[in-house]
């Protein structure tokens, strides 16, 4: 009984698809137009690396544990390799895999978990069931377990991590599902005939789109941290491939010696986790339909 | 102490409870502040009861909020004065009001079965407020609740408390919200649509309780309602609310009397609508001792016979749980029959919705109550009245665009909405889409299922004016199910009661309601509230001799 009046509202002129991103973005805190610029940066890094970064990541220039100087801003690892090139590097491999990961985690635990919300019955509880049983086991031992049996390759690495990851995806995309597949339009759709690919892609996806893109930063944060928790654990990204984790791993000797280098890489983790973490707050702040009052 | 003298004047009849003077309301939306109320004065007289009508969307909750100093997130109070009891409620500190709330001052909710939290008993619920406020110990409070119950003609009021609340029915529950209210004996209870999720049989009930208890105890209360016919039974005095103005006030006989504004005029008009009943004698739809269960478990409907001439229009009306909705589920195939048949155009449809082909589908449409979930709100109206164009009659391109604008004509809204999402219309005009999705597949048939019940009376009068016209143009039938009785006497030419599953009785309009009634028919028809003041006393007198 409280809805607005509507009738009396003039008609609202469409936007296009430019002007509405441009207004979006202007009503953006700044938190947001932070991790949006983080992120944007990361990305560059990732895609130009090899014509950003001063070395390679696998080039031998000048003694081991060199400091920093005009030549090698954040000096030379435990080999003699630059660090900020190793740094740049690491960024491609590290958020390539960790993308990949979730994008196939996604395909995986999204596509299971909309089917059985949308039909339900036995292959439900089955997939449901067994997905609570994998949730059971902490991820990192479980992916450990599972690298140590499948053996050490960046394809088991992303393999293993996605279908791990994909419990939790199964269940944000069934549950989603499930409200909206009781709604009368659905219903409706049904009635008219409508066979299952058209409810699913044109009734019930488009209405769970909000969470589940949140869902994939947050996915996307979690799935580096536990690449870098691997590969520090020496079980990740092998070497000579430059990456955050083990380069956190190979460095941590460093410290005790008052050196900065192993913060440089771990900086790195931080600053995409919060840069991201910043965005999908912002995105699920503007799709919750929560006001912004100021 | 000084509180305490304060109290004393309070309960003094015919002091001045509440005064409100120039209330402005704003919410925000759309990055600015609107105006809800547009400075409104109300006065309350201590055991006066006011009530608030108007459509929705009219200020009548926020107004009525704000008479406790509340006013819901996204709002705020931009102006006037509030006093309760002499005390100024916006200057009043949150911790102020805290106390005032709940035992000086109660609210009755739309939906009891929202309020209540599942997981506690009812009683724990009902004298909390109570307990926390210090007015008595659990052991007084639990007695009293309990003497409340039974004024309220709760059944068994010594052990009902001891449910939880999906264990009562939603009559009860609501009087048992009305219990918890009353709990502290407030001065003041908030009544925010309190019967309008209740049956009709179940609401005469309420507020002869209701009403009851607020003489017993000489309380005043503000009465939320956009039924003018329940507020006509419980109020002293009525305002009527537009768009956040105060329209009319005035002494509730003197105001159902005569009312002096046009807008005021104009809801009193309303249902002067009524269709001429007339038999037809070509049956499209008949439904044969029709027999389901949800799950194999209780039966649903238990020999259901219908039948629904061409061109014509059969109401199913009956109170929730009746088994209504469950018979347009069972002649649509989405809960298959489990024994007898049903008959389309002289031909048996399968039970199954799956085994149906397109054609059949085609023929049979539906038009839900809630337009807002029965649209998807991703969809645009093009997509949503373009699918059933393109689906059953593969029309495509320029083609299908020119059908959609010649639907959306039909159904009096103009080409400019093809663009627009379902947020973007009113209650009324989504609900004009719904049929325009129905119409679109150019149906025999179309089972309405409440459309106009979650509607404002006067947009309630357009769509089904818009219903009629469209029969007559396109030869529709239509099975309508409905609780309103007010909406049969408009629409229908046979009426079909349902009771508990079963037919009670089917005929024409003009036989079903006049005399003789079969007893549920009786009460049904007896507890649809009247315009006249008095029309709950003299019921309960009739039922009571």
Same mark, same amino acid.
């Given at each position: 009984?409280?809805? &607005? ?209 949140? &869902? ?33 791993? &190979? ?44 | ?39 409104? +004065? ?29 006013? =819901? ?13 002499? =005390? ?28 209540? +939290? ?80 209740? /049956? ?17 105890? /000489?309380?005043?209360? $503000? ?79 238990? +020999? ?26 069972? $002649? ?14 002289? =031909? ?8 149906? /082909? ?60 093809? /663009? ?14 719904? $049929? ?38 396109? +030869? ?25 599953? =079963? ?43």
């Amino acid at each position: 009984m409280t809805t &607005e009046h509507v009738d009396i509202r003039s008609i609202r002129s469409r936007r296009t698809w430019w002007q509405g991103t441009v207004r979006l973005l202007k009503s953006a805190p700044p938190t947001a137009i932070f991790g949006m610029a983080v992120i944007a940066f990361y990305f560059f890094c990732a895609l130009f690396a090899p014509w950003i970064a001063p070395y390679s990541e696998s080039e031998i220039v000048g003694k081991a544990y060199e400091l920093p100087s005009a030549a090698h801003w954040f000096g030379l690892d435990q080999i003699g390799r630059d660090t900020l090139s190793r740094v740049i590097f690491g960024a491609r491999n590290t958020i390539g895999i960790a993308l990949l990961t979730v994008l196939i985690s996604f395909s995986i635990g999204g596509s299971l978990g909309i089917y059985s919300a949308v039909t339900r019955g036995w292959l439900d509880t089955i997939l449901s069931r067994f997905v609570d049983i994998l949730m059971s086991i902490p991820v990192l031992i479980f992916a450990l377990m599972l690298l140590a049996m499948a053996g050490k390759s960046i394809a088991n690495l992303i393999f293993i991590l996605a279908v791990l990851d994909s419990t939790r995806v199964f269940r944000l995309a069934r549950n989603t599902a499930l409200s909206v597949a009781v709604q009368d339009f659905v219903e409706a759709a049904k009635l008219r005939g409508e066979k299952l690919p058209w409810i699913v892609f044109r009734e019930i996806v488009p209405n769970i789109l909000p969470p589940l893109i949140a &869902e994939f930063g947050l996915r996307f944060c979690f799935v580096f941290l536990t690449i870098a928790a691997l590969s520090f654990l020496g079980v990740g990204i092998q070497p000579p491939t430059a990456d955050w984790g083990s380069m956190v791993a &190979e460095s941590k000797t460093l410290i005790t010696f008052g050196r900065p280098q192993p913060l440089i890489p771990a900086a790195a983790i931080a600053l995409l986790t919060v840069a991201v973490n910043f965005v999908v707050d912002w995105f699920l702040h503007k799709t919750s339909g929560l006001r912004d009052e100021k | 102490m000084k509180s305490d003298a304060k109290k004393t004047t309070a309960r003094v009849k015919g002091s001045t409870l509440v005064e409100m003077k120039g209330v402005k309301i704003e919410g925000y939306s759309d990055d600015k502040w609107h105006p809800i109320i547009k400075g409104i +004065n109300l006065t309350l007289k201590r055991g006066e009861v006011v009530g608030l009508i108007g459509e929705s969307g009219a200020g009548k909750s926020t107004l009525g909020l704000a008479a406790m100093g509340y006013t =819901k997130p996204g709002c705020r109070i931009s102006g006037g004065s509030i006093h309760f009891d002499g =005390k100024d409620l916006l200057a009043a500190s949150r911790e102020e009001l805290r106390s005032l709330w709940g035992s000086r001052i109660a609210y009755v909710a739309q939906s009891a079965s929202a309020s209540f +939290n599942p997981a506690h008993h009812l009683m724990d619920q009902v004298v909390e407020s109570a307990c926390n406020h210090g007015v008595m110990d659990r052991e007084a409070a639990e007695k009293d609740a309990r003497d409340l119950y039974k004024r309220l003609q709760l059944p068994n009021p010594d052990a009902i408390g001891e449910r939880y609340p999906h264990q009562v029915s939603g009559g009860q529950l609501q009087r048992i919200m009305t219990a918890m209210a009353m709990s502290c004996r407030p001065d003041l209870i908030i009544f925010d649509e309190p019967t309008t999720a209740l /049956d009709v049989t179940t609401q005469v009930e309420v507020l002869a309780a209701m009403r009851r208890i607020v003489e017993e105890f /000489d309380t005043a209360a $503000i009465y939320i309602t956009h039924d003018l016919a329940v507020v006509a039974q419980m109020a002293h005095r009525i305002m009527v609310l537009r768009y956040g103005n105060l329209v009319e006030e005035n002494e509730t006989r003197a105001m159902l009397k005569k009312p002096s504004q046009d807008y005021t005029k104009t809801l009193w008009a309303v249902r002067k609508l009524e269709k001429k009943e007339s038999k037809g004698a070509d049956i499209a739809l008949s439904v044969q001792a029709v027999d389901a269960s949800y799950s194999g478990m209780m039966k649903v409907l238990e +020999n259901v016979t219908v039948r629904l001439p061409r061109g014509r229009t059969v109401s199913v009306v009956g109170e929730s749980g009746s088994g209504k909705s469950t018979l347009a589920r069972a $002649i649509t195939g989405l809960l298959p029959i489990s024994k007898g048949r049903i008959e389309f155009n002289g =031909k048996v449809l399968p039970p199954r919705l799956q085994d149906r /082909d397109r054609d059949t589908l085609r023929r049979i449409q539906m038009i839900y109550q809630s337009a807002d979930t029965a649209l998807n709100p991703r969809q645009t109206v093009r997509d949503i009245i373009g699918r059933p164009v393109e689906f059953y009659l593969s029309y495509t391109g320029a083609k299908k665009d020119r059908r959609i604008v010649e639907l959306l004509e039909a159904i009096e809204l103009t080409e400019d909405f093809i /663009d627009r999402y379902p947020g973007e219309l009113s209650g009324g005009q989504k609900q004009r889409i719904s $049929i325009a999705r129905a119409l679109a597949a150019e149906p025999e048939l179309i089972i309405c299922d409440e459309v106009t019940s979650a509607l404002d009376q006067i947009v309630q009068e357009e769509i089904l004016r818009l219903l009629m016209k469209l029969q007559k143009d396109n +030869n529709l039938s239509y099975l309508f199910i409905t609780h309103d009785i007010a909406t049969v006497r408009a629409i229908s030419d046979e009426i079909v009661v349902m009771y508990k599953g =079963k037919v009670v009785q089917q005929g024409l309009k003009s036989e079903v309601l006049n005399p003789p009634y079969p007893p549920y028919t009786e009460l049904l028809l007896s507890s649809v509230p009247q315009m006249d003041p008095d029309w709950l006393t003299k019921l309960l007198k009739s039922r009571a001799a």
